[in-house]
């Protein structure tokens, strides 16, 4: 196995084990976070407050029923394993409830570590693809710095310029994303590569695009929001930080689609025919 297919596959088992272990976590994501009464959920709860549905061993006690009760929001969204890590490693497995000097503290490192998980996720995903080696060395080093970031103790982790390593690591993931759409544009149809495939932060909320090929698009930041994409041909498409809330993916081909969450894929919808890319789950709500 050559050099650069080893760094591949060690790719592909760090992306996927971005896990969110909530046995292993203080209920982070029901406390540290800010909660704000909407379609996604019924009550208002400041940062720092525990969600009245915690329980005394941090687990919900309506998690069965989340979605019959209004909290739509809560299973939607992943912390891609920020929370086990912060509950874990950064503070030793101390409970915020046995040791309340280090509940603020442990609330606001919650949302940093969360970044950086994301961060680790992107560049893990964008190492699994077939790539220039010259990119595939950047992108290694951005990996291995961004890891060494969980290990950090909290003291260092609130002192971050987490804007400046965004920064760095867009630049690299906008080269992978081109890089990929490229090689997918180059093998469609002559009549096909006369479409407009920068669709970057545009607004297609609610648009019919039923059935159409949009392979190697580029949808970074755009607004997705009910968009009916069934049976749409996504990809090598990019999806980083489009908003696909109540998009329908029902029998989309989204296997090998470019920086997807499984919020953004939670917050969809779709059917036991949408195509996921390696990493993500089918949600339990299609």
């Given at each position: ?9 060690a790719a592909e088992q760090i ?155 867009s630049e690299l993931l906008i ?62 498409v990019n999806f980083i930080g ?45």
């Amino acid at each position: 196995m050559t050099a650069l297919k080893v760094k591949k596959v060690a790719a592909e088992q760090i992306r996927k084990g971005l896990q969110a272990d909530c046995t292993n976590c203080f209920g982070l994501c029901c406390t540290a976070l800010t909660i704000i009464a909407s379609s996604d959920f019924p009550i208002n709860k400041p940062a720092g407050k525990p969600c009245l549905n915690l329980q005394s061993d941090y687990s919900c006690q309506i998690h069965s029923q989340l979605r019959e009760k209004g909290y739509k929001g809560c299973t939607v969204f992943d912390c891609l394993g920020a929370g086990q890590v912060v509950s874990q490693v950064t503070f030793n497995g101390q409970s915020w409830r046995d040791h309340p000097n280090t509940a603020e503290k442990m609330f606001q490192v919650f949302p940093i570590m969360e970044q950086i998980h994301e961060m680790i996720a992107y560049a893990a995903e964008a190492l699994s693809y077939d790539i220039p080696d010259a990119l595939v060395d950047e992108l290694s080093k951005q990996l291995k710095e961004l890891q060494g970031l969980t290990k950090l103790d909290a003291v260092r982790l609130l002192s971050l310029d987490l804007v400046m390593h965004r920064f760095t690591l867009s630049e690299l993931l906008i080269q992978a994303s081109d890089s990929i759409r490229s090689s997918m544009i180059a093998q469609l149809p002559s009549a096909a590569k006369n479409q407009v495939f920068d669709r970057s932060r545009v607004n297609w909320m609610g648009k019919k695009l039923k059935g159409k090929d949009l392979r190697g698009t580029d949808f970074r930041g755009a607004y997705l929001i009910a968009a009916d994409m069934r049976n749409t041909d996504l990809r090598s498409v990019n999806f980083i930080g489009a908003d696909v809330r109540d998009a329908d993916f029902s029998g989309a081909n989204l296997s090998t689609s470019m920086f997807l969450t499984q919020m953004q894929i939670n917050s969809a919808m779709g059917n036991e025919e949408t195509r996921l890319p390696f990493y993500l789950e089918r949600p339990t709500h299609w």
